[in-house]
């Protein structure tokens, strides 16, 4: 990781009795993009609004670029943020939204007129100066918001579910402009989301939030490969968790409805597991795979375009898991039939935790 921007101490916040940060703790470097992800109530916004200064904690440090700022209001951290409603002053055109850091700081036009040409280069709006927030349609006025929180150039950037308010197709594009825009400004972001797509698509590690305490941090691929925890494994690409007991030799399993191969070092034999498997990764079939032994019934096929998503049920316990594969529908055994559930080892995370 890059040299320390941010760190975070053993942040605890409640509010009426309810702890809403639990010891959170958490490291951002320069330049890098992290992603808070978890679902409502997790703590995300709080702990932005902690880095923003717009709540003090109960317990706990801020620390921007070596200074404890805890005790600094909002005004003085080198900080900015962007809203998820953007926030953009309704009466002022384009250029007078992103010049106003400026101005109230006294900068004169000679100044602030060069920046917000720069920016609006930046964020891909050149010749909309004079345009009205009205006159934007939500992926503009999301660009307007974002080079007005840089125009003064914060150590430090903060977005709040910035995207949220976008149709599925813009979102999909902005994600792809932020972080480029991201890049080329060589600032940190902190950014908060509950859409796992999101978080994988744009950050350079994210950190699973739950219950005011961070889960599991790492790059994209860490999270979804590797899952730490159940919770983690459930939340980051629903994977589907087969609960079992490490055989003699640590190569496979026994599961509670059948048998798996694994692969992972350092089992021990009678050990207590979870195995995940996310649903692309799923494969069924009418003949049983070598080392597998995990009987399962065809409940319903529904197709998706280019991916057909099969619902099945496990023999042993009735348990329902999703498959997800580019078959032909034609191909897919019919509902009812008898099939075997498998996958490559290789595409398994075994997780040691003892399961409820």
Known sequence: MAEALLSLEGLV?????????????????EGEFVTLLGPSGCGKTTTLRVIAGLTMPDEGRVVIGGEDVTL??????????VFQNYALFPHMNVAKNISYGMRIRGATGRRWKPRVRELLKLVQLEGYEKRMPSELSGGQRQRVAIARAV???????LLDEPLGALDLSLRRQMQTELKDIQKRLGISFVYITHDQEEALNMSDRIAVMRGGRIEQIG???????????RYVAEFIGQAALFEGTVDAGGASATLACGQARLAAESLFPGEKIVIGVHPERLRFSEYPAVGFKIPAVVLAHRYAGSMIHTELALSGDGRRLTAVSAALMSDLPAPGAHVHVYWDERHASVIRETVS
């Open 219 to 229: 790059t994209p691929e860490d999270v979804y490969e590797r899952p730490e925890t």
């Open 151 to 157: 125009i003064l150039s914060p150590s430090l950037l």
């Open 13 to 29: 916040k409640s509010f009426d009795q309810t702890r809403v940060l639990d010891g959170l703790s958490l490291t951002v470097g």
């Open 72 to 81: 600094l209001a909002p005004e003085k951290r080198p900080v900015n943020t």
